[in-house]
């Protein structure tokens, strides 16, 4: 199956620092999301973004599908930017096989 | 817009107990999926359903099953639980192929 792979797997920054996060796929994908993970377990949506760039607030995405990776972009962190960052990925056409995790990157904001 | 919500949020069982985890979709949503997440590690498919039927499956035994009912709300039903079914069970619900929203998670501890 389709390896997902992310980078760095743990990040710790000082408040008001930015930070790239990096999400490499060893296949094609038509679908690819990025997730916060709170404390609580609960999956936030941040992107879907099988490519191009996108962005909201202070936070920003780009995929380059042709080369197979993503980037996450957090500017200007906050303490509340702390958790588990998760790329996914769909590579099967229509939807079907589900989305493939990669282990995420822990990031850690000290005030 | 409720979105998706899972029951139970905690869960104790027994060794060699049964359990069911019931998710209802975000409205207007068809493609129900659910994924196990240990701690550490990112979410693993488990499978998928549309239109009441098993669409794909990941890798797992067949102690895991599932079923949706025609409201698109579904249930997961894992048997002879062991202690290594511990986990995080997230269910996600979207449009057939496209962006997948989690609810909050059953969190499920075996003893």
């Known amino acids: 199956g389709i390896q997902v792979e992310q980078s760095p797997p743990d990040l710790i920054l000082q408040e008001g620092a930015n930070s790239t996060l990096r999400c490499n796929f060893s296949?094609?994908?038509?679908?690819l999301q990025w997730f916060h993970q709170n404390p609580w377990g609960q999956l936030i949506n941040l992107f879907y973004?099988?490519?191009g760039t996108k962005q909201n607030g202070r936070l920003s995405a780009t995929t380059v599908a042709t080369e197979r990776y993503s980037l996450l972009y957090i500017s200007s962190s906050q303490t509340t930017d702390s958790g588990v960052y998760f790329c996914?990925?769909?590579?099967?056409?229509?939807?079907?096989?589900?989305?493939?995790f990669g282990k995420g990157t822990h990031l850690i904001i000290q005030p | 817009d409720a979105g998706v919500t899972q029951s139970p949020t905690h869960l104790i069982k027994t060794r060699g107990q049964q359990v069911t985890l019931r998710c209802s979709p975000k409205?207007?949503?068809?493609?129900v999926s659910w994924y196990q997440q240990a701690l550490g590690q990112g979410p693993q498919f488990i499978f998928q359903?549309?239109?009441?039927?098993?669409?794909q499956r990941g890798n797992f035994p067949d102690r895991f099953s599932g079923h949706q009912f025609p409201n698109y709300s579904s249930e997961l039903n894992v048997n002879a639980l062991l202690l290594g079914d511990s986990a995080l069970y997230l269910c996600?619900?979207?449009?057939?192929?496209?962006?997948?929203?989690f609810g909050q998670g059953t969190r499920l501890t075996v003893v």
């Open positions: 409205s207007g949503h068809d493609t």
């Open positions: 996600a619900s979207s449009l057939w192929g496209a962006e997948a929203f």
């Open positions: 973004i099988p490519s």
């Open positions: 359903y549309y239109e009441e039927e098993e669409r």
């Open positions: 996914a990925v769909d590579y099967s056409g229509g939807g079907a096989d589900g989305l493939t």
């Open positions: 296949d094609s994908v038509n679908n």
